[in-house]
Protein backbone atom coordinates (compact mmCIF):
# COMPACT_ATOMS: atom_id res chain seq x y z
CA UNK A 1 0.00 0.00 0.00
CA UNK A 2 1.49 3.48 -0.79
CA UNK A 3 2.20 5.71 2.40
CA UNK A 4 3.83 8.50 3.35
CA UNK A 5 7.10 7.98 6.34
CA UNK A 6 8.38 10.29 8.43
CA UNK A 7 11.70 9.60 10.27
CA UNK A 8 13.30 9.98 12.74
CA UNK A 9 10.03 9.97 14.89
CA UNK A 10 11.72 11.64 17.88
CA UNK A 11 14.72 13.79 17.96
CA UNK A 12 16.06 15.94 20.81
CA UNK A 13 18.84 18.66 19.69
CA UNK A 14 20.65 21.16 20.77
CA UNK A 15 20.56 24.78 20.00
CA UNK A 16 22.72 25.70 16.95
CA UNK A 17 22.81 22.26 15.89
CA UNK A 18 21.85 21.56 11.95
CA UNK A 19 18.85 19.11 11.68
CA UNK A 20 17.43 17.18 8.95
CA UNK A 21 13.63 15.12 9.12
CA UNK A 22 13.02 13.13 6.24
CA UNK A 23 9.86 12.50 4.39
CA UNK A 24 9.39 9.87 1.86
CA UNK A 25 6.12 9.12 0.09
CA UNK A 26 4.95 6.10 -1.97
CA UNK A 27 1.91 8.01 -3.52
CA UNK A 28 3.93 9.14 -6.12
CA UNK A 29 1.97 12.58 -5.81
CA UNK A 30 3.54 15.69 -7.29
CA UNK A 31 2.59 18.01 -4.05
CA UNK A 32 4.75 17.86 -0.39
CA UNK A 33 4.35 20.23 2.27
CA UNK A 34 5.99 20.33 5.90
CA UNK A 35 3.88 21.76 8.32
CA UNK A 36 4.23 22.32 12.02
CA UNK A 37 2.02 21.95 14.90
CA UNK A 38 1.80 23.76 18.10
CA UNK A 39 -0.57 24.12 20.99
CA UNK A 40 -2.75 26.96 20.19
CA UNK A 41 -1.41 27.50 16.55
CA UNK A 42 -2.76 24.59 14.89
CA UNK A 43 -1.25 23.52 11.60
CA UNK A 44 1.51 26.39 10.12
CA UNK A 45 2.68 25.73 6.90
CA UNK A 46 6.44 25.99 6.66
CA UNK A 47 7.40 24.95 3.32
CA UNK A 48 5.76 23.25 0.32
CA UNK A 49 6.86 22.06 -3.33
CA UNK A 50 4.63 21.52 -6.54
CA UNK A 51 7.33 19.09 -8.37
CA UNK A 52 10.78 18.25 -8.51
CA UNK A 53 12.93 21.67 -8.30
CA UNK A 54 10.10 23.55 -7.06
CA UNK A 55 9.74 25.11 -3.59
CA UNK A 56 7.63 27.39 -1.97
CA UNK A 57 7.86 29.47 1.28
CA UNK A 58 5.00 29.19 4.06
CA UNK A 59 3.95 31.09 6.32
CA UNK A 60 6.84 30.23 9.16
CA UNK A 61 9.62 29.75 6.69
CA UNK A 62 12.27 31.44 8.29
CA UNK A 63 15.29 29.60 10.05
CA UNK A 64 14.03 26.10 7.63
CA UNK A 65 15.15 25.06 4.32
CA UNK A 66 14.14 21.89 1.68
CA UNK A 67 14.85 20.95 -1.31
CA UNK A 68 12.97 18.29 -3.76
CA UNK A 69 15.65 15.81 -5.81
CA UNK A 70 13.06 13.37 -7.05
CA UNK A 71 8.96 12.86 -6.60
CA UNK A 72 9.40 10.87 -3.45
CA UNK A 73 11.22 13.00 -0.99
CA UNK A 74 11.24 16.81 0.53
CA UNK A 75 13.54 16.41 3.42
CA UNK A 76 13.61 19.45 6.04
CA UNK A 77 16.34 21.05 7.12
CA UNK A 78 16.58 23.42 10.38
CA UNK A 79 19.86 25.21 9.14
CA UNK A 80 21.17 26.40 13.01
CA UNK A 81 17.93 24.56 15.74
CA UNK A 82 16.75 27.48 18.15
CA UNK A 83 14.36 26.33 21.51
CA UNK A 84 11.40 28.03 19.35
CA UNK A 85 11.69 25.34 16.71
CA UNK A 86 10.46 22.76 19.54
CA UNK A 87 7.62 21.49 17.62
CA UNK A 88 5.70 18.35 16.00
CA UNK A 89 6.45 18.43 12.38
CA UNK A 90 4.39 16.78 10.04
CA UNK A 91 4.77 16.28 6.28
CA UNK A 92 2.00 15.67 3.31
CA UNK A 93 1.61 14.91 0.41
CA UNK A 94 -1.26 15.38 -2.36
CA UNK A 95 -1.90 14.44 -6.40
CA UNK A 96 -2.02 17.55 -7.37
CA UNK A 97 -2.16 21.64 -6.30
CA UNK A 98 -6.04 21.50 -7.20
CA UNK A 99 -6.44 17.84 -5.43
CA UNK A 100 -7.76 18.73 -2.09
CA UNK A 101 -7.26 15.80 -0.09
CA UNK A 102 -3.73 15.96 2.13
CA UNK A 103 -2.34 12.64 3.37
CA UNK A 104 0.02 13.13 6.24
CA UNK A 105 2.69 11.31 7.71
CA UNK A 106 2.87 10.43 11.27
CA UNK A 107 5.08 13.07 12.67
CA UNK A 108 8.50 13.92 13.96
CA UNK A 109 8.81 15.53 17.96
CA UNK A 110 11.83 18.02 18.00
CA UNK A 111 12.76 18.99 21.24
CA UNK A 112 15.54 21.37 20.99
CA UNK A 113 17.21 22.15 24.07
CA UNK B 1 -7.15 38.12 12.56
CA UNK B 2 -6.80 34.61 11.89
CA UNK B 3 -7.53 33.57 8.45
CA UNK B 4 -9.19 30.08 9.58
CA UNK B 5 -10.98 30.88 12.95
CA UNK B 6 -12.65 27.87 14.77
CA UNK B 7 -13.52 27.81 18.75
CA UNK B 8 -10.84 26.07 20.22
CA UNK B 9 -13.59 24.40 22.99
CA UNK B 10 -13.43 21.75 24.19
CA UNK B 11 -16.85 21.14 23.23
CA UNK B 12 -18.68 18.23 25.36
CA UNK B 13 -21.56 16.34 24.35
CA UNK B 14 -23.53 13.50 25.46
CA UNK B 15 -23.72 9.92 23.45
CA UNK B 16 -26.02 9.96 21.10
CA UNK B 17 -26.46 13.77 20.82
CA UNK B 18 -25.09 16.14 17.78
CA UNK B 19 -21.87 17.85 18.06
CA UNK B 20 -21.55 21.00 16.11
CA UNK B 21 -18.36 22.39 14.88
CA UNK B 22 -17.84 25.62 12.84
CA UNK B 23 -15.55 27.83 11.41
CA UNK B 24 -15.37 30.86 9.89
CA UNK B 25 -12.83 31.75 7.36
CA UNK B 26 -11.15 35.32 5.68
CA UNK B 27 -10.12 34.90 1.95
CA UNK B 28 -13.41 35.07 -0.22
CA UNK B 29 -11.75 33.76 -3.04
CA UNK B 30 -11.56 30.23 -1.56
CA UNK B 31 -12.40 27.34 -2.83
CA UNK B 32 -12.34 24.40 -1.20
CA UNK B 33 -13.36 23.54 2.23
CA UNK B 34 -12.31 20.40 4.48
CA UNK B 35 -12.53 18.58 7.50
CA UNK B 36 -9.84 16.57 9.20
CA UNK B 37 -9.80 14.29 12.21
CA UNK B 38 -7.09 13.92 14.65
CA UNK B 39 -6.48 11.86 17.61
CA UNK B 40 -4.18 12.67 20.52
CA UNK B 41 -0.59 12.13 19.68
CA UNK B 42 -1.72 11.07 15.74
CA UNK B 43 -1.91 12.44 11.99
CA UNK B 44 -4.58 14.72 10.65
CA UNK B 45 -7.24 12.71 9.00
CA UNK B 46 -9.55 13.51 6.41
CA UNK B 47 -13.44 13.61 7.20
CA UNK B 48 -14.92 14.97 4.43
CA UNK B 49 -14.58 18.22 1.79
CA UNK B 50 -17.16 20.74 0.31
CA UNK B 51 -16.60 22.73 -2.79
CA UNK B 52 -20.39 23.97 -3.08
CA UNK B 53 -22.63 25.69 -0.90
CA UNK B 54 -25.01 23.97 0.75
CA UNK B 55 -24.92 20.43 2.48
CA UNK B 56 -23.19 17.39 1.95
CA UNK B 57 -24.02 14.40 3.77
CA UNK B 58 -21.35 11.14 4.64
CA UNK B 59 -22.80 8.69 6.84
CA UNK B 60 -22.88 10.50 10.32
CA UNK B 61 -20.94 13.57 9.25
CA UNK B 62 -22.78 16.68 7.44
CA UNK B 63 -20.70 19.57 6.16
CA UNK B 64 -22.37 22.87 5.74
CA UNK B 65 -20.70 25.36 3.27
CA UNK B 66 -22.32 29.57 2.94
CA UNK B 67 -19.60 30.99 1.21
CA UNK B 68 -21.48 34.22 1.38
CA UNK B 69 -21.28 34.28 4.91
CA UNK B 70 -17.52 32.61 4.90
CA UNK B 71 -18.69 29.87 7.40
CA UNK B 72 -18.16 26.12 7.10
CA UNK B 73 -19.53 23.76 9.43
CA UNK B 74 -19.55 20.17 10.72
CA UNK B 75 -22.31 18.13 11.82
CA UNK B 76 -21.69 14.64 13.81
CA UNK B 77 -24.98 13.24 14.51
CA UNK B 78 -25.53 10.02 16.96
CA UNK B 79 -22.21 11.17 18.23
CA UNK B 80 -20.07 8.57 19.67
CA UNK B 81 -17.00 8.08 22.59
CA UNK B 82 -14.38 7.26 19.45
CA UNK B 83 -15.47 10.77 17.99
CA UNK B 84 -13.59 12.60 20.52
CA UNK B 85 -10.68 13.99 19.10
CA UNK B 86 -9.17 17.50 17.98
CA UNK B 87 -11.20 18.79 14.60
CA UNK B 88 -9.45 20.94 12.42
CA UNK B 89 -11.07 23.20 9.77
CA UNK B 90 -8.88 24.08 6.20
CA UNK B 91 -9.15 26.37 3.17
CA UNK B 92 -7.33 26.00 0.04
CA UNK B 93 -7.14 29.36 -1.23
CA UNK B 94 -7.54 28.53 -4.70
CA UNK B 95 -5.08 30.23 -7.55
CA UNK B 96 -5.12 33.37 -6.10
CA UNK B 97 -3.34 32.21 -3.14
CA UNK B 98 -1.28 29.67 -4.54
CA UNK B 99 -3.71 26.86 -3.81
CA UNK B 100 -2.39 26.59 -0.35
CA UNK B 101 -4.13 24.99 2.45
CA UNK B 102 -5.02 27.26 5.60
CA UNK B 103 -5.45 25.02 8.81
CA UNK B 104 -7.59 26.54 12.04
CA UNK B 105 -6.16 25.38 15.27
CA UNK B 106 -9.01 23.05 15.59
CA UNK B 107 -11.93 22.29 17.83
CA UNK B 108 -11.15 19.81 20.66
CA UNK B 109 -14.46 17.20 20.88
CA UNK B 110 -15.18 15.25 23.95
CA UNK B 111 -18.22 13.16 23.64
CA UNK B 112 -19.81 11.51 27.01
CA UNK B 113 -20.27 8.29 27.16
Known amino acids: DAEITQSPRHKITETGRQVTLACHQT?????MFWYRQDLGHGLRLIHY???????NKGEVSDGYSVSRSNTEDLPLTLESAASSQTSVYFC????????????FGPGTRLLVL | QKEVEQNSGPLSVPEGAIASLNCTYS??????FFWYRQYSGKSPELIMF????GDKEDGRFTAQLNKASQYVSLLIRDSQPSDSATYLC?????????????FGAGTRLFVKA
Open chain 1, 27 to 31: WNHNN
Open chain 1, 92 to 103: ASSESARQETQY
Open chain 2, 27 to 32: DRGSQS
Open chain 2, 50 to 53: IYSN
Open chain 1, 49 to 55: SYGVQDT
Open chain 2, 90 to 102: AVNKGATGGFKTI
